[in-house]
């Protein structure tokens, strides 16, 4: 299991290749995030 940071999952959202290409040679694995991480990312959507 991974647990990413807003910035990881910013690059995941925003589809940075280092990133996602890191995760697609992992294979099957989880990835989450914190309840934190969300309300960083849901407050930044509100306000873009």
Known sequence: ??????????????GEPK???YFRELGKVTLA???IVA?????MAQNS
């Open 39 to 43: 309300g960083e990312l849901r407050f």
């Open 1 to 14: 299991m991974y647990l990413l940071d807003t910035n990881h999952c910013i690059f995941l959202i925003e």
């Open 19 to 21: 990133v996602v290409n």
């Open 33 to 35: 995030t914190s309840g």
